[in-house]
């Protein structure tokens, strides 16, 4: 059983309500052993959005609860860095993610790809000039440029994360940026980092992030670090289609799956 959930989100991330505490009681309820919270850390949002929090209040926060917790569960504290190559503010960009992991204890990094070309692909808007071929070829080249400039991080979040926001009716052949997805890996590996398995589409009746197709590449081309996150946003999200993610990934051949501590992982079987 996966007993350890590390992609969640909790009010110190702007798109989430849910107290830190109630997440950590539902995570209990729910038998795992290990919760880590990676709140929103996004710098240089477009549209004047912000999806920051203050680290200070977010360890003193997170800290006593770990400690009034230990024994039921147990708490690490990690973050979910949105990394970005647009030329004009990636030195800037660096040098904050830099500064945040060189400075605060987190556990565990994930690095995530939210923004290309300044624009969130969330916002349907976006999709209207472009074609979607060319959006996504977009996502995947800032996800290598990510890879390859910033050490900041542990896993990168929803590899495929693009493929979530395609317009209703529009498909994209995924097999055309095969060699982009393979070189992404080998970078990935060979700097020692690894990938999610992002449960929260999967638990909408949708697919996982990154498809099982990705993964299998991934461990045909030696990854082995694979964290399991819900990437939930409330208590009732929290491990969300754990079990079915679990069963994919055995038939895939997988055996293990990856938590963080200061930084470090550890396995444990699936
Ligand atoms: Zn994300
Ligand atoms: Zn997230």
Not at 12 to 25: G, K, L, N, V
Not at 44 to 69: I, N, S
Request: proline letters at 4%; glycine letters at 6%; a negative charge.
């Amino acid at each position: 059983m996966i007993n350890a959930d590390f992609h969640t989100h909790s009010s110190f991330s702007t798109d989430s309500e849910a107290e830190p505490e109630s997440m950590i009681q539902q995570a209990i309820a729910l038998g795992l052993k290990t919760y880590c919270f990676t709140d929103h850390m996004d710098y240089v949002f477009p549209e004047g959005e912000e999806f920051l929090f203050d680290p200070k209040e977010y360890f003193e926060t997170l800290t006593a609860l770990r400690r009034k917790y230990r024994g039921q569960i147990d708490i690490r504290i990690g973050v979910e860095l949105g990394l970005r190559d647009e030329p004009d503010i990636r030195d800037e960009a660096q040098r904050l993610c830099k500064d945040l992991t060189d400075n605060n204890p987190f556990d565990f990094v994930i690095g995530s790809t939210h923004v290309i070309a300044h624009f969130d692909p969330y916002n349907r808007e976006y999709w209207k000039d472009r074609s979607a071929e060319d959006i996504v070829r977009m996502y995947f080249e800032s996800v290598l440029y990510s890879v390859c400039h910033y050490d900041c991080f542990h896993v990168y979040g929803h590899l495929d994360y693009i493929l979530r926001y395609l317009p209703e009716g529009v498909t994209v052949d995924i097999t055309k940026f095969e060699p982009l997805i393979d070189q992404i890996l080998t970078e990935l590996i060979a700097r020692g980092k690894g990938i999610e398995v992002n449960t929260s589409r999967l638990a909408r009746g949708s697919v996982m992030n990154p498809s099982p197709k990705i993964l299998a590449r991934y461990r045909e081309l030696g990854g082995t670090i694979l964290t399991i996150g819900s990437d939930a946003h409330r208590p009732d999200r929290i491990a969300g289609a754990f079990a079915e993610a679990e069963a994919i990934l055995k038939e895939l051949g997988f055996k293990e799956y990856t938590v963080f501590r200061k930084g470090k992982p550890s396995f444990r079987r699936l």
